[in-house]
């Protein structure tokens, strides 16, 4: 009732087939075309027009009909052809029509039986029904069988159309869904780093207002300064581009463990500032050296930070290392958003990601690295 609902509603075909199911449908005129040679009889004038009335509605339902509301309209189509072979040499149109519409069955076997099974009541009741015998076969073996392959060929084309455009679509949600993740996580972890140097610099700031105001200034400027910088990457991690990369990973760094009072040892060969790797290995390196400072900063209660990055065989390595106390040796790291955030995009690349604490916490990333012939690390 629904779908017969929706056919008289509108549309009365599927939007997808556009005007041709209209013009098809003038198919039938073609029963028309003895009345040229020989007079109809006042009983084919009322058949026709019943015809008409009844066939009409029932070919605009099968475009929209599936299983076996599609199977009963191709038997009342063929019951209605079957009433017509003896007084009509055109009524073979009707199983034209009838084989038309068993491009409405799936899977495609069933709709190449239910073809054959229409060629076969057309064979049979043009042998015992028609007045022309064989003759009446001609439209029903040679138009039908096209129009049934092509309806069934052309049907099995818009389920696989249909099946690509629903996969298309979860991919689609896929990427949507892994684009918020990093855009979570990227924004996790500048914004943690950041914000987390700007209240170290307000401390300092405070301190220093009732002696030294030129030094209080100062501060004030550079939390104006990390404001607006975490503002730029903001906008630039939205985007999904990173134009700082390790460079301004170390520069924020040092900044950072400055203001906290923690020494900064760093061993970052110059190569790797300048297109050694490639951008997304380098925008995982840098993220990661900017949560693993900002976690020292605010978490590790240390005095001195190792930052290391070489190349060892095929792997680009970074350590971060610190003496902070405030964990025991041995003991369980907890992993927060960050540390998940960054095991998630060391996955991403082929990378892995190990924590330890030993007089303070050691974190250890390795990521797969190509060498080109123009950037070529030296190995240690």
Not at 126 to 147: D, H, M, N, Q, R
Not at 224 to 242: K, N
Not at 337 to 355: D, K
């Amino acid at each position: 009732m629904q779908t017969l609902k929706r056919v008289l509603a509108g549309p009365w075909v599927p939007p997808e087939l556009g005007k041709l199911p209209y013009l098809w449908a003038f198919s039938l005129t073609f029963m028309l075309w003895q009345y040229f040679f020989v007079p109809p009889r006042a009983i084919e004038l009322v058949m026709f027009g019943v015809t008409a009335v009844l066939f009409l509605p029932l070919y605009l339902y099968s475009f929209w009909a599936e299983g076996r509301a599609a199977i009963l309209c191709i038997a009342l189509t063929c019951l209605i052809g079957v009433i017509w072979i003896p007084y009509n040499t055109g009524a073979g149109t009707l199983f034209v029509f009838a084989a038309g519409m068993c491009g409405r069955l799936s899977p495609g076997r069933n709709a190449y039986r239910m073809l054959a099974a229409v060629l076969g009541l057309a064979t049979v009741g043009g042998y015992l029904l028609s007045p022309i015998g064989k003759t009446f076969l001609l439209a029903p073996w040679i138009i039908g069988v096209a129009v049934g392959l092509g309806s069934i060929m052309e049907s099995e084309q818009r389920a696989a159309r249909r099946q690509l455009l629903r996969k298309q679509e979860e991919v689609e949600h896929i990427a949507r869904i892994a684009e918020r993740e990093r855009i979570s996580r990227d924004l996790h972890d500048l914004l943690g780093h950041s914000l987390s140097l700007i209240a170290l610099k307000a401390e300092l700031a405070s301190k220093l207002a009732g002696r030294d105001l030129e030094a209080c200034k100062r501060e004030i400027g550079d939390i104006e300064t990390t404001a607006r910088r975490a503002l730029a990457e903001v906008r630039t991690a939205v985007t999904g581009y990173r134009d700082s990369g390790l460079s301004g990973a170390l520069a924020s760094a040092r900044a950072s463990l400055a203001a906290a009072g923690v020494e900064l040892r760093e061993d970052v060969p110059p190569h790797f500032l300048h297109g050694a790797l490639a951008a997304g290995q380098e925008h995982v390196l840098a993220l990661a050296l900017r949560e693993a400072v900002t976690n020292v900063v605010r978490h590790a209660g240390a005095t001195r930070c190792t930052v290391k990055l070489a190349l060892e065989g095929q792997e680009a390595v970074l350590r971060v290392a610190d003496d902070g106390d405030r964990l025991p040796a041995g003991g369980e790291v907890r992993a927060g958003n960050g540390l998940s955030g960054m095991r998630e995009r060391a996955a991403s690349v082929g990378g892995r990601l190990a924590i330890a604490v030993d007089k303070g916490m050691r974190l250890e990333l390795r990521l797969p690295v190509k060498e080109s012939k123009e950037t070529a690390c030296p190995r240690i």
